[in-house]
């Protein structure tokens, strides 16, 4: 199975445009759908500390989940992590990310775990997809630090079909099917052949149940 670093010269992470999108969040129950709120997600080119980065927001609202805000900074030419923090039904968690280990700030507490290897920040992977050369049976993984589990986990992606998905209104764009496992969690993905947009996501939450964020 290949293996994807951070600035590995095969991904052009430098091409990442910026982009506003909105979804729709759905709670689907075996045929049952019931739209829960929504996300908007932004991401744009920045310069932080003199470096040339990308920020990644993306707000939810809910009244059923709760609102939750998270922001990344990453680099621009590599995607290695820089920040990130989450703040939802008022607390805050920060991330900082360096060479040989990682900073949890939370409250007043404050914890340090060491790292072996180069990593990505697991808020960053819906990114990371987008830019994968993906084709027929493409698999590979990498190493992602994950700030709710707070612990490295190891992430693989897979192309396990095509499909067409609706852009917007009755539009419909041949896309990847592609299936992401979070060290067990499984989420899935569409993403537009031609331009690799994402016009899809589902979180499996169990057998019969998943979280579904799609266009209106």
């Not at 932080?48 to 900074?73: H, P, V």
């Not at 994950?146 to 396990?160: A, D, M, S």
């Not at 989420?187 to 031609?194: A, G, K, L, V």
């Amino acid at each position: 199975m290949a293996f994807i670093l951070p600035g590995d010269p095969s991904v052009p992470w430098s091409s990442f445009k910026n982009i506003v999108d909105k979804k729709v969040v759905i709670i689907q129950e075996r045929n049952l759908r019931k739209q829960v709120g929504f996300t908007t997600e932004r991401i744009t080119k920045e310069v932080y500390k003199s470096k040339k980065m990308i920020k990644r927001s993306q707000i939810l609202k809910s009244d059923l989940l709760g609102d939750i805000e998270a922001t990344s900074i990453f680099s621009k030419d590599t995607f290695k992590p820089y920040t990130h923090h989450i703040s939802r039904k008022g607390s805050f968690k920060k991330v900082e990310y360096f060479e040989s280990f990682i900073r949890l700030i939370q409250g007043d507490s404050e914890k340090i775990i060491k790292i072996e290897n180069q990593l990505f920040e697991s808020h960053s992977v819906e990114m990371v997809i987008r830019l994968l050369p993906l084709h027929q049976r493409y698999i590979t993984n990498l190493f992602a630090f994950h700030p709710g589990k707070e612990e490295v986990i190891n992430v693989v992606i897979r192309v396990v079909s095509t499909d067409f998905v609706k852009k917007c209104g009755m539009d419909c764009v041949e896309s990847w099917q592609v299936e992401v496992n979070f060290d067990g969690n499984i989420q899935f993905y569409w993403i537009s052949i031609n331009d690799k947009e994402l016009f899809k996501q589902e979180n499996v939450l169990s057998p019969n149940k998943k979280m579904i964020f799609e266009r209106e």
